[in-house]
């Protein structure tokens, strides 16, 4: 099983017009969807995309939408109107939830068609991430938890703007992984790590402003695989990758992107080849090229007489 990275904004360096990029773990492009425009299936400065095994959703922000996209053929699907600058999103496969800055409103949708289930308020809502039976969502410096079956209030951390352990300035996203939940605490230029319990107690903290291995300019995304947390960084528009204890790991290069909104990953299965007697997946195995060896990671199979990865 390999890895893909959905990044979502717009502004992209060297890359057309695609809303979304899809990337490999080395930050190399693989691809890209939604081209920008007002149609159904185009997008105008996306904030986030989210998948499940079969479609992409999208935060359409200056259209006021969300849409659904097949992940198999990038085509529309479905659209829900009139949201108002959509921020992050979260799914579990069968509920779509969606942070409304510009109606200062979370909601829950129904993935099948993105028909309303439920809404709540939070003042500029912006990151959202789902966690079990819990939903966690940044906005007006703070940190909410709520329940994902009816998005009641359960606790929130913060308040004024602060620098504190405790303390957020401009939150964007979040995402929760296991016990932790990871915030984009974007006015400090720093990443947070708290545990998902009811007081979301401070666990660690890295960053300030700078361009740095250490260091970010204005992070807005955040997404934690198991492995590792990715952290988008809107204002270097680069990629900076950090263990799950926010140790750094890598970084695309400085301005590699345009302005980066948003970054989930997405698992992907390439299939497997036999090495040594035993089948591994074809991101992990190994083939031998011009006498050295090289990691595999793609497949590739010839199409018009161009050679094209299968992922």
């Keep these: 099983m390999g890895k893909s990275i959905l990044l979502a904004g717009h502004g992209w360096v060297g890359a057309g017009n695609d809303q979304v990029e899809i990337l490999d773990t080395a930050y190399s492009l693989l691809d890209g969807f939604a081209v920008y425009g007002v149609g159904d299936g185009q997008a105008d400065a996306t904030q986030h995309c989210v ?17 659904k996209f097949d992940i198999a053929t990038q085509t529309y699907q479905a659209k829900k109107t009139g949201l108002t600058n959509p921020r992050q999103l979260a799914t579990d496969g069968t509920y779509l939830y969606v942070s409304v800055s510009g109606l200062n409103k979370i909601y829950k949708l129904n993935c099948s068609d993105l ?18 039976t819990n939903l966690f969502v940044t906005g007006e410096n703070k940190l909410y938890k709520r329940l994902a079956s009816d998005l009641s209030a359960v606790a929130f951390i913060g308040g004024a703007a602060g620098t504190g352990n405790m303390e ?3 939150p964007c996203a979040c995402h929760a992984n296991g016990s932790y939940v990871y915030v984009a605490d974007s006015g400090n230029h720093r990443i947070k790590k708290h545990d998902i319990t009811d007081a979301m107690n401070y666990v660690a903290k890295i960053g300030s402003s700078g361009v740095g291995n250490d260091q970010f300019n204005a992070p807005r995304g955040i997404w934690c695989d198991g492995d590792n947390v990715w952290v988008a960084e809107f204002a270097n528009g680069r990629i ?20 980066i909104w948003g970054i989930s990953i997405r ?27 090289k990691t595999a990671t793609a497949l590739q199979i010839q199409v018009g007489n161009t050679w094209k990865n299968t992922a």
């Design 168 to 170: 957020f300035s401009g």
């Design 115 to 132: 028909s309303e289930v439920t809404s709540a308020a939070i003042t500029a809502p912006f990151g959202m991430t789902l966690i079990g």
């Design 240 to 259: 900076n990758c950090r263990d799950t204890d926010l140790v750094y790991v890598s970084k695309s290069g400085l301005g590699s992107f345009g302005s």
């Design 267 to 293: 698992s992907v299965a390439f299939g497997s080849i036999q090495v040594a007697g035993a089948w591994k997946d074809i991101l992990d195995a190994q083939i031998q090229v011009g006498g050295a060896w």
């Design 51 to 67: 998948s499940d095994s079969t479609y992409y959703y999208v935060s359409d922000y200056f259209n006021n939408r969300v849409q």
